[in-house]
């Protein structure tokens, strides 16, 4: 294989990893899979130190003109030096992160913590070409008084194959260092040609039968196509949706690996030339989507779907329609996609909808008189995708798609809002009709003696006393929802106030004298809050509820900045206290006139 390297100007230099044992030769084993991480057959954190028998993994050091063979010397009483020729464009290749840390600085032993990275996780075991992990990248704790002097290289997957290996005895080795220093790989392996050292296989098998341009030509496309999709970044997730892919690809899926980055480097090629083409990819990305879910609650929408992925996608990156492209095509094409795409939104929501009335356990005939037409609904959305799917097979390009399909679209938006509001009613009604929940959690915080058991109390009587009615009386679905959303946000916001009540009175961050003005405060500003709206509440109890959630809300955030011990991040300069919406002449507290916890506190 090296002379053919070196008469053949289109091989690239294979690189040279150079390990020490007491083998006279190194037998290359073939695997399933890797026994653990690279981290276990490192030993990173002192405990396994078997970790590296029958790995899977072979450490060796890189070259580096030299000190690479200068590091395997100065590695225990072995016998062997073992140089190992292997090509890195014929190999998957990672550069492994994480590691370890947590010794102290004086040298003093403590507990090892991992820290995060890929040298932790186990790599799949390539059984077709060879992996190659670099470690520069792996954080290894030694202590203060150790220094890591270079970096392990693991071989892995089928390097034996490939790489061509000459062994000598520790001694000689070290006459090769003599005159290794500045030389490189090529050099090197003229040094040991000059010393007549013949380099031989770590294995034999009917794979290197094959003329060796045909299996370092495979090894190459294989090699090359698993690295692609390993740095890969943002764009994994759009291309697995537009193959219809739900996992990612197995790591030795070459046939798949190499279908990925044919349509990758088409629709690259397609936003270089039109940058507004990134937008419209994004777009049939979220309409694939929408359709996968839609197919998941109707299975009709998947014909549909594959009518939409063969125009929108397949049609777009043929060669006769990008001649028809051009910066204002693809302009009006994302407008059009961008109104598509809310259209098809509304008839996934509708489909949610319709499934939920399904599901609810009511004769047929009070659903219809609950939900007037949601039956034929479905029959509806059926015959419309078995329109658009014999439309789509006789359209060219997006445009006409788009345009039969708008013209056999129902009224979706107008059919989902008059049933979601009906919905939404009942199942508020549902469940806000019984009154025992809401009461026994009201109950529950005025237990608690903290200033939130006045507004629980108050919460408790709004909702006997007027909300209540609404759900359990009135057929005016918009009132029902108006006062479900304010019941559902009221008790939400309570609890999150009482919540920081128990933080800043349970905290450590304020001094008592100073915890026991703030909670006087909130409280008078409870107190004087809901005096107000037992005026109001008659006149228009929704909005006087919606004003004492402003104010529950208000509270919760200072009562949460307050617990912290930052208050001065609310109150800056005079630390003015917690203002009153109807008192004309506000209430200001100057937190710096306050008195240490030992005198008499001069809040009012």
């Known amino acids: 294989m090296l002379t053919k390297f070196e008469t053949n100007s289109k091989y690239p230099q294979p690189r040279l990893f150079i390990r020490t044992d007491n083998s006279p030769s190194v037998l290359c084993k073939k695997f399933e899979k890797y026994k653990g991480s690279p981290a276990t057959h490192m030993n990173l954190k002192g405990l396994d130190e078997g970790g590296y028998t029958d790995s899977g993994y072979l450490s060796t050091f890189e070259y580096r003109y030299g000190l690479g063979l200068k590091s395997v010397l100065g590695y225990g009483a072995f016998h062997y030096v073992h140089f190992i020729f292997l090509n890195k464009e014929i190999a998957e290749v990672s550069y492994l992160t994480g590691g370890t840390c947590g010794l102290t600085h004086d040298g003093e032993q403590t507990l090892l913590i991992n820290k995060e990275g890929s040298v932790w996780e186990i790599p799949y075991y390539q059984q077709e070409i060879p992996q190659i992990f670099f470690t520069q990248g792996v954080e290894v704790e030694l202590g203060s008084l150790n220094t890591r002097s ?116 088409s629709k690259n090629k397609l936003e270089q030339q039109y940058p507004g083409m990134q937008e419209y990819f994004s777009q049939v990305q979220e309409v694939i989507c929408k359709y996968q879910a839609l197919s998941r609650i109707y299975t009709m929408y998947e014909n549909e779907k594959q009518a939409f992925l063969r125009v929108g996608l397949g049609n777009i990156l043929s060669d006769t329609f990008q001649q028809q492209l051009n910066a204002n095509t693809v302009l009006q094409l994302c407008n059009e996609l961008d109104v598509y795409l809310d259209n098809l939104k509304n008839e996934f929501k509708l489909c949610l909808l319709i499934r939920k009335i399904a599901s609810l356990q009511l004769t047929l005939a009070v659903k219809e008189s609950m939900f007037p037409g949601w039956t034929s609904l479905g029959l509806l959305l059926e015959e419309k995708c078995k329109k658009n799917c ?30 979601s509001v009906r919905f939404n009613a009942y199942e508020y009604r549902q469940h806000y009709t019984m009154s025992l929940p809401i009461v026994s959690f009201c109950n529950a915080i005025q237990e608690s003696e903290l200033p939130t058991k006045e507004l629980a109390k108050w919460l408790r009587d709004f909702y006997i006393d007027y909300a209540i009615h609404f759900f359990q009386s009135t057929d005016d679905y918009q009132k029902i929802n108006e006062y479900g959303k304010l019941m559902d946000v009221l008790l939400d916001n309570l609890k999150n106030l009482h919540d920081s009540m128990i933080k800043l009175v349970n905290g450590k961050k304020l001094e008592k004298t100073l915890k026991h003005n703030f909670l006087r405060e909130i409280q008078n500003n409870i107190m004087f809050t809901l005096m107000h709206f037992k005026k109001v509440k008659e006149s228009d109890p929704h909005a006087a509820g919606q004003e004492v959630l402003d104010k529950i809300k208000k509270l919760s955030r200072w009562a949460t900045v307050i617990s912290t011990g930052k208050y001065n991040s609310i109150y800056s300069t005079s630390a003015r206290m917690f203002y009153e919406p109807f008192n004309n002449q506000k209430r200001i507290v100057l937190l710096d006139q306050l008195e240490p916890p030992s005198q008499k506190s001069k809040i009012q």
């Not at 520790?170 to 790989?185: M, R, S, T, V």
């Not at 359209?395 to 009224?411: A, C, K, P, R, S």
């Open 390 to 419: 014999a439309n789509s097979n006789h359209v060219g390009n997006l445009h006409e798609l788009i345009f039969f399909f708008h013209q056999n679209t129902l009224d979706v938006k107008g059919v989902l809002t008059q049933l």
């Open 150 to 265: 270079d970096y392990e290289v693991l071989l892995g997957g089928n390097w034996g194959d490939f790489a061509e290996i000459i062994s000598v005895e520790k001694k000689f080795a070290h006459e090769l260092l003599k005159e290794a220093p500045g030389k490189n790989e090529e050099e090197f392996y003229q040094l040991l040609v000059q010393n007549k050292l013949i380099p031989y296989k770590a294995q034999k098998n009917e794979l290197q039968q094959i003329p060796f341009e045909h299996r370092w030509n495979a090894a190459f496309e294989k090699a090359s196509l698993i690295n692609w999709w390993n740095c890969v970044s943002t764009d994994k997730e759009q291309l697995l949706v537009f193959t219809q892919r739900e996992n990612y690809p197995r790591p030795d899926d070459f046939n798949l690996l190499k279908e990925l980055q044919c349509l990758h480097a």
